[in-house]
């Protein structure tokens, strides 16, 4: 059974940045950890994305300058460095597992969600 759990969010100010971190249980070698967000009243995007064996990353056109997904040898978690925050950038950030393969829609395990907000 894959769990995954968010952390990390916050109310920041624009050119502030911050880590979030989704921690991950089960097996997951063969899986992709994604992250995604959701702003009120837009569609959910898909922000980047990591295989756990191999750490082969996407990140979205949009945020690729600013920011970054890693997996810390470390620990069991994906980690989501965002950059230079603006106000754009307020949404509820999820993680969410996938097998290899497939498409966005075949993310089938999700995290509660951490709320990042970033003011003016």
């Known amino acids: 059974q894959v769990q995954l759990v968010e952390s990390g969010g916050g109310l920041v100010q624009a050119g502030d940045s911050l880590r979030l971190s989704c921690a991950a249980s089960?097996?997951?070698?063969?899986?992709?950890i994604g992250w995604f967000r959701q702003a009120p009243g837009k569609e959910r995007e898909l922000v980047a994305a990591i295989t756990w064996s191999d750490r082969k990353s996407y990140i979205a056109d949009s945020v690729k300058a600013r920011f970054t997904i890693s997996r810390p040898r470390a620990k069991n978690s994906v980690d989501l460095q965002l950059n230079s925050l603006t106000p754009d950038d307020t949404a509820r950030y999820y993680c969410?597992?996938?097998?290899?393969?497939?498409?966005?829609?075949?993310?089938?395990?999700w995290g509660q969600g951490t709320q990042v907000t970033v003011s003016s």
């Open positions: 089960g097996t997951l070698d063969m899986y992709v």
């Open positions: 969410a597992a996938k097998p290899r393969g497939g498409t966005t829609n075949d993310y089938r395990h």
